[in-house]
């Protein structure tokens, strides 16, 4: 939450205001706020900046964007600059909205360790700096979450913290012997083996009103020894919707996809990567009005660092490697050992390829795509990293990068149901992404971050400054 400071109107010591403004630079420290941020009025006109508002349309060149405390007050290129507003001049830079992940994992991962006990308030708010300071300024943790996630939501949606906002799919429902493959208690995590279960686990999560519900369906490629029956899937589904509650499924096969578009799921929380999808089920997905997520980097992580194109090793990139991590890419027997299993490594880009093809054709097919990486899951899915990775990915799939960063910003919100966020226009949240160049051209600008601002105040600067 951004500090206020008021004007002091008595005449006071110069030793007592000397403490004064060293208590104010503190504050400020605390909370993230740049020291060069004005602390009067709260209006501020940034200026002469490109701006690609979130809608899917041509970039807004030369314009002027107001903030009014939290909130855009005005966008467009002849705004008149409000008196007593505090000027930026941005000539040259393209202001873009902040990010919005529709399926991430909060506190599951420290360094190259995955594990629930890893959930402490200072991991969780380590990585939700992390991912502000990558441009992504709301985080929906899709499953997983236990009491540490629900004691700091309240603030986070305050802004009485530094890092992105979070929304959540509380614990999420899975079955004994299946997916997620993690060791959980129930504190995070429900493991139902029957439908009557699953109806008490989804009226217990409604308890702490969470955003979604998230069942885990699929056995992860045949990794795993149990997939969710259909029995189970329908009676979260149903009861859930009873509830007022969406249901988002984690899914791989396109017979699970569809039979679950059929029984009425909401998202579809990863894309089909079995076989390339159908018209029948690009109709399916568009009559049902259903989400799909494609997390197109998802299998594409099991390989990337340890094949280490060119592109890992740029500033961006290792500056979101926790120290661990980076020394575990930099190891050559790592990267020998993942590489050496051909046929894993061939399923994975067999995935990745059908989930690239599969996506081009939903989106020509007019189905909503959501925007997600399953980041936090494991070392591998990295906050930050994995979603400005996934918008390139998108374009590489083939959609236009204005339309890519649609998805990755409005689109993510509406799935969300939280419209306030996601575009740069009147009434929204000033969560916005400060870069250089243009990436309507270049997707990857994106990643030449200039600053971060959240809730209309700059949170952070250059990713070469901020260290995991």
């Not at 400071?5 to 205001?17: D, M, Q």
């Not at 060293?22 to 009067?40: F, K, L, T």
């Not at 390339?276 to 494609?294: E, G, M, N, S």
Request: hydrophobic share 40%; aromatic share 6%; with cysteine.
């Amino acid at each position: 939450m951004p500090n206020r400071y008021h004007r002091v109107l008595v005449v006071v010591a110069v030793g007592a205001l000397a403490m004064a403004t060293s208590a104010c630079r503190a504050d400020r420290a605390r909370s993230g706020e740049s020291s060069s941020a004005a602390v009067g009025s709260s209006l501020v006109a940034l200026r002469g900046v490109r701006v690609v508002d979130g809608s899917g349309g041509p970039p807004i060149e030369n314009a002027t964007v107001v903030l009014e405390g939290e909130r855009v007050r005005e966008v467009g290129p002849n705004v008149t600059v409000p008196k007593g507003a505090r000027v930026v001049d941005l000539g040259g830079t393209t202001m873009v909205p902040g990010l919005v992940s529709d399926h991430s994992h909060l506190g599951m991962v420290d360094g190259t360790r995955a594990s629930v006990a890893n959930e402490t308030r200072a991991n969780i708010l380590r990585q939700l700096r992390q991912y502000e300071a990558y441009g992504v300024t709301t985080v929906t943790s899709l499953g997983l979450n236990g009491p540490v996630f629900y004691e700091l939501q309240p603030d986070l949606h305050r802004g009485a913290l530094p890092g992105a906002d979070v929304f959540g799919a509380d614990r999420g429902i899975g079955v004994p012997s299946g997916a997620p493959p993690v060791e959980a208690g129930t504190e995070n995590l429900y493991r139902v083996e029957t439908p009557e279960q699953a109806v008490a686990a989804v009226r217990d999560s409604a308890t702490r009103h969470p955003d979604l519900v998230k069942i885990w369906v699929d056995d992860f490629h045949g990794s795993l020894h149990q997939k969710m029956s259909p029995e189970i899937q329908r009676a979260v589904i149903d009861e859930a919707h009873r509830l007022g509650l969406r249901v988002a499924a984690h899914v791989y096969y396109l017979d699970d996809a569809r039979r679950l578009v059929q029984e009425g799921v909401d998202i579809l929380a990863h894309g089909v990567r079995d076989r390339a999808v159908d018209d029948a089920f690009v109709k399916l997905l568009r009559d049902k009005k259903t989400w799909y997520i494609p997390t197109l980097g998802l299998d594409e992580s099991f390989y990337l660092f340890a094949e280490a194109p060119p592109f890992t090793r740029e500033m961006w990139v290792r500056h979101a490697l926790q120290p661990a991590l980076a020394a575990q890419f930099d190891d050559p027997a790592w990267r020998a050992s993942v590489l050496a299993d051909a046929k894993k490594l061939k399923a994975d880009k067999d995935s990745v390829a059908n989930n690239l093809a599969n996506v081009k054709k939903l989106y020509d097919g007019g189905v909503a795509i959501g925007f997600g990486t399953d980041s936090g899951a494991t070392p591998l899915r990295i906050p930050g990293f994995a979603e400005l990775h996934e918008v390139a990915l998108m374009v590489k799939a083939g959609l236009p990068p204005v339309q890519a960063i649609r998805i990755a910003t409005s689109r993510a919100a509406e799935l969300l149901g939280h419209p306030d966020r996601g575009m740069l226009a009147p009434g929204k949240l000033a969560d916005f992404v400060i870069v250089e160049g243009d990436p309507t051209k270049d997707v990857d600008d994106l990643t030449r971050i200039v600053e971060v601002w959240h809730r209309g105040r700059k949170v952070s600067g250059a990713l070469s400054s901020f260290q995991p």
